[in-house]
């Protein structure tokens, strides 16, 4: 079945520099979405991606969906404290199944002030 | 306009008890997940419900039950809890139909001793 997988699994990082997370599909995926959850919090949505290539920004945060839609990441410039959280994709299954939304492991994301 | 309501928010059970874990959306969504969070692991799929009157297998269902008792409601249940279902439970719910995000309730934590 299909599969999400994410690197890295940590990333610790000083306030200012950059981040990136990057997920990877065994299969192509109709669309994929990211979502953040603060420590002791819920995942939140973030954005969905769907047509191959796409870019979408907010604020500091790029997302780009690859061209064979199998790859996707999240891409954060200048980190602060507030960007702390892990940071999950997700994607529906293969064969039919567009509701089964998995999820990758997520990149858990501290920030040194 | 609540979102999605899951009780209890925490719960300790002995092993071998058994309980149900409560989610209730008042977003008029179609589909309804349950995951469950442990350290390391991401969000693992139980359960998923695409629409009132269905239920399917998500990756690790083993050891649950589900019921979609209405379009509002998808309840979990375990029928004889092990140590090995303690864990973070997430109820979610979206209506694809609308291209709508995945909303996530607060969490229920579970402990089996």
């Known amino acids: 079945g299909q599969q999400v997988m994410q690197i890295p699994q940590y990333q610790h990082v000083q306030e200012g520099e950059d981040f990136t997370t990057y997920c990877n599909s065994s299969?192509?995926?109709?669309?994929i979405q990211w979502y953040k959850q603060r420590p002791g919090g819920h995942p939140v949505f973030l954005i969905q991606?769907?047509?191959?290539?796409e870019v979408k920004k907010q604020k500091r945060l790029t997302f780009q969906f690859g061209e064979a839609k199998k790859n996707s990441s999240l891409h954060i410039t200048a980190t602060q404290t507030t960007d702390v959280g892990t940071y999950f994709c997700?994607?529906?299954?293969?064969?039919?199944?567009?509701?089964?939304?998995?999820f990758g492991k997520g990149t858990l994301l501290t920030v040194n002030p | 306009n609540a979102g999605v309501t899951q009780t209890p928010k925490f719960q300790v059970l002995k092993t071998g008890q058994s309980m149900t874990l409560q989610c209730a959306q008042d977003?008029?969504?179609?589909?309804m997940y349950w995951y469950r969070q442990d350290p390391g692991m991401g969000l693992r799929l139980i359960y998923y419900?695409?629409?009132?009157?269905?239920?399917d297998k998500g990756e690790v269902p083993n050891g649950y039950n589900v019921s979609r008792l209405n379009k509002r409601e998808f309840s979990l249940r375990l029928e004889s809890a092990a140590p090995s279902q303690t864990s973070v439970y997430f109820c979610?719910?979206?209506?694809?139909?609308?291209?709508?995000?995945?909303?996530f309730g607060s969490g229920t934590q579970l402990s089996v001793l």
């Open positions: 997700a994607g529906p299954g293969s064969g039919g199944s567009n509701y089964k939304l998995t």
């Open positions: 419900s695409a629409s009132e009157g269905t239920t």
């Open positions: 299969t192509t995926l109709s669309n």
């Open positions: 977003m008029n969504h179609n589909s």
């Open positions: 979610a719910s979206v209506s694809w139909a609308r291209n709508e995000k995945l909303f």
């Open positions: 991606l769907v047509k191959s290539g």
